[in-house]
């Protein structure tokens, strides 16, 4: 008999929990899980990215995309439901992935990392010189609307947190199936070894492409999230600075589980907000030394923490076996 998954029933008690969190956390407090939320998935694209070797430095493209898409959305389109703002945000970030990841699933390793990075700077570019998109100031976004019904601001901010945390739920266990499934244990084989994987038949574009448009909708989803929670987009979310940050936190994080992108966010906000209060001038040494701290002592990330009891030095392709004839 196969192990039985616990990651579906960790998803709904942490769910549970963060929903009803929110009647006892303050404001700020709510604001940053909102934050961590909507970072962590985008960080769980750059995990699905990374278990088939490929580092992406242009995440913020899409997160990016997924924030002017809200904003156009609006001031455009006229449109204020929080449904279908999400919605086209994601829409945006699979058309713009679908048709980079043509592309993009042709290079490996530093040709892949750079070309990634050179397309979220061009967009940056663009959007930081162009008057109408609010150039380097960005555009505002107003309070989101339910069914056309207009709320008020703490209901806003309700609808907002419910949101995000129901969507990150759903998002995470996909993406968890994602990883379980034959097309999400080729990711490891490719990144293994792909030429081999190509002789037995399988197609490691295919691979490459499907992780690419994955990464893509979910960093579109988290810039959308985003936008909505600080009403305000701007061209900075496609910086390299903002990439690096997903980066960052996917290697504190590590990349064994798709949990391992939230805790890695949890981790990283608060350890900048409190760094941020008690030494402003000093906050990116602090985060610096955090990160060299893990990558010397947990080389796999902080969720390596949760592996100790478990066959030491097994490789991925090991855990696969386990997860298969475990009884």
């Not at 694209?45 to 609006?74: D, P, T």
């Not at 379980?180 to 080729?186: C, Q």
Request: glycine share 8%.
């Amino acid at each position: 008999m196969r192990a039985f998954d616990k990651t579906p029933l960790a998803i709904v008690v942490a769910t549970t929990l963060l929903l009803v969190g929110f009647f006892v956390f303050p404001a700020w407090l709510s604001l940053m899980v909102v934050t961590i939320i909507a970072k962590a998935l985008v960080v769980v694209g750059v995990v699905v990215l990374m278990r088939s070797g490929l580092v992406s430095f242009g995440q913020g493209l899409y997160y990016c995309i997924g924030g002017y898409a809200v904003s156009l959305g609006e001031q455009v389109l006229q449109i204020t439901d929080i449904f279908v703002l999400l919605a086209l945000a994601m829409a945006a970030g699979l058309v713009a992935g679908s048709i980079l990841g043509l592309l993009m699933s042709r290079y490996r390793e530093i040709f892949f990392a750079m070309f990634s990075l050179a397309l979220s700077m061009i967009l940056y570019g663009i959007l930081s010189r162009t008057q109408s998109l609010g150039s380097t100031d960005g555009l505002n976004i107003v309070q989101p609307t339910l069914f056309g019904i207009k709320l008020a601001t703490q209901q806003a901010k309700l609808l907002i947190y419910f949101t995000t945390c129901v969507l990150a739920a759903l998002v995470t266990y996909a993406v968890h199936r994602y990883i379980r499934s034959p097309l999400g244990y080729a990711s490891m084989a490719v990144r293994d070894n792909e030429i081999r994987v190509e002789y037995l038949g399988l197609a490691p574009k295919k691979v490459f492409y499907s992780n690419y448009v994955i990464a893509s909708v979910v960093a579109a989803l988290g810039g959308a999230i985003t936008a909505l929670n600080y009403g305000h987009v701007q061209p900075d979310m496609a910086y390299w600075s903002q990439s690096g940050e997903f980066i960052f936190i996917a290697l504190m994080g590590g990349t064994s589980h798709v949990a391992a992108a939230f805790l890695g966010s949890a981790v990283f906000e608060t350890i900048r907000t409190y760094a941020l209060e008690l030494a402003p001038d000093a906050w990116r040494v602090i985060l610096g030394g955090v990160l060299i701290a893990i990558i010397c002592f947990l080389p796999k990330g902080l969720w390596s923490l949760t592996q100790f009891g478990k066959r030491s030095g097994s490789s991925d392709w090991d855990r696969v076996v386990d997860e298969k004839d475990s009884t």
